[in-house]
């Protein structure tokens, strides 16, 4: 029970959500995202100071700590601190007289970070639940936008039928194993139920990172959802979803050998008969998210729209590294870059639609590209932070995201795909066109003024958490970008 701190950070963010839950009734409709925010914010700050008192270790053999899942959840608070404050300038700036939404926040954020430890399937799936529910509230926020509700109901009646799915894989892998922990030993002659059951929870798990083909809500969840929602919900699930498929890759591999348990994701594993059916999944995955988000980007106006195709797009990329460094010629695993490039996707992606909830108006009002165009300029502080995380996305050099890449992508010629890697550098060279898109217009002549000015300056007192984020992020990629060695465990 001594490992129980390795749990530290997510009881404090759980306390986080209570305690701002339940100071919502005794506060002033005027005074709730004046307070709320910096008491979600102060708990997500010890949630992720917690982290430093963190061993390697498992607790009770439901939940695992290693340098990669540190790293990952430290990211997760990252962009949960990004939330908040995100949520802080929407709902306060559109006067929404609620602030539950803040403790949602950050039971999403205990959910996603328990996906990230998860070694055991029924622990992972409450993981998933509690990460899955809050999101869905948090899109339908805006009850009197058509959009949002339509969204909400397409998210939560197709995220229903992937964890039905996701639980009958674990009902297929328990009767193979006799028990519902990842790596438990197949039962002679069970080898293609435990098969059966590894596919249908990766298929559950990918449909939660958004990847092809399973990506089909991405887009009318990310546009009905607000700017700071779609921020929070690109980077926090993505990271749970990846980190578990993860656990379930190295699961699946080590059962079948027959190994010890390799729950630490930093470790290499080596087998020596490689699954092709699993290999030409991932590969098909890969491609087809790829070549959809990079394609399917370039052909929208809505911020929000390209981001989520950018979300597709990157699920692509970063499943790549479930094949590294060698696991076609040689079949050895070791997914630090493919967390690494998880890492630098999740803080810039959310930075970048945080800074775009700042500068899109209430409402999103100005999130079309031809409608944001210039307001950079009005607010040059946060356009520059979120410029720098949008180079980040688009792998330009000296941000995070060029390293990401390139580890990435030169792993992958090392390790007999390079046809894969030379198609991933093609594509992510047409999608830095529309990331680069909307760094260019925000600083492009102003084409209309402000409508909203005066609100805007009454809302001053919203932005001061928004403004530190952002910069934070985009401090974040650069110094990562600098310092690999702060999140490239290899």
Not at 5 to 30: M, Q, Y
Not at 101 to 125: E, K, R, S, V
Not at 357 to 372: N, P, Q, T, V
Not at 459 to 471: E, H, N
Request: glycine residues 10%; positive net charge.
């Amino acid at each position: 029970m001594s490992n129980i701190v390795n749990l530290l950070p997510v009881i404090l963010v759980a306390v986080g959500a209570l305690v701002t839950l339940a100071a919502e009734p005794f506060l002033k409709d005027e005074n709730k995202h004046k307070v709320l925010p910096w008491v979600a914010s102060l708990f997500v700050v010890l949630g992720m100071g917690a982290y430093f008192l963190t061993t390697t270790d498992t607790f009770m053999n439901l939940y695992a700590m290693d340098p990669i899942r540190r790293v990952l959840g430290m990211s997760i608070f990252l962009c949960a601190f990004l939330g908040v404050a995100g949520l802080q300038w929407t709902l306060g700036h559109e006067k929404f007289k609620g602030g539950e939404a803040y403790a949602l926040l950050l039971l999403a954020t205990c959910g996603a970070t328990l996906m990230t430890q998860a070694i055991d399937f029924l622990a992972l799936f409450l993981g998933m639940e509690l990460a899955s529910f809050p999101i869905y509230a948090l899109v339908g926020l805006r009850r009197k936008d058509l959009n949002a509700s339509e969204a909400a109901f397409k998210y939560f009646v197709s995220g229903a039928v992937f964890s039905t799915l996701f639980l009958y894989g674990v009902a297929l892998i328990y009767g193979a194993t006799g028990t519902t922990h990842v790596f438990g030993a197949v039962i002679a002659g069970r080898g293609m139920i435990y098969g059966m059951g590894v596919l249908l929870c990766l298929f559950g798990l990918l449909f939660k990172a958004g990847a092809a083909p399973l990506h089909f809500w991405v887009a009318d969840v990310y546009m009905g959802a607000s700017s700071a929602v779609t921020g929070f919900m690109a980077a926090v699930v993505k990271v749970g979803a990846l980190a578990a498929i993860g656990t379930l890759w190295l699961g699946s591999l080590v059962t079948r050998i027959g190994s010890a348990p390799a729950w630490n994701l930093a470790e290499q594993v080596t087998i020596h008969s490689e699954n092709k059916s699993l290999f030409y999944v991932i590969v098909v995955v890969s491609l087809l998210s790829m070549a959809i988000g990079a394609f399917g980007g370039l052909a929208q106006k809505s911020i929000r729209r390209i981001m989520a195709y950018s979300a597709v797009m990157n699920a692509g990329f970063i499943v790549i590294g479930l094949l590294l460094p060698d696991y076609a010629m040689e079949g050895t695993v070791q997914m630090g870059a493919m967390y690494y490039f998880l890492v630098t996707y999740a803080i810039g992606s959310a930075g970048a639609l945080t800074g775009i909830a700042f500068l899109s108006g209430r409402g999103d009002k100005y999130e079309i590209l031809d409608d944001i165009q210039g307001r950079g300029r009005k607010r040059p502080y946060v356009a520059v932070a979120t410029t720098v995380c949008l180079a980040s996305l688009a792998g330009m050099p000296p941000v995070a995201g060029f390293l990401a890449k390139f580890t990435l992508f030169t792993d992958a010629l090392a390790g007999g795909i390079g046809i894969i890697a030379a198609i991933a550098f093609g594509l992510s060279l047409v999608a830095a066109v529309f990331y680069l898109r909307i760094a260019f217009v925000l600083f492009m002549p102003l084409k209309a003024e402000c409508e909203c000015k005066c609100c805007c300056a009454k809302s001053t007192v919203y932005a001061y958490l928004l403004r530190f984020g952002v910069t934070l992020a985009a401090i974040a990629l650069i110094v990562v970008g600098i310092f690999p060695k702060l999140a490239l465990i290899a």
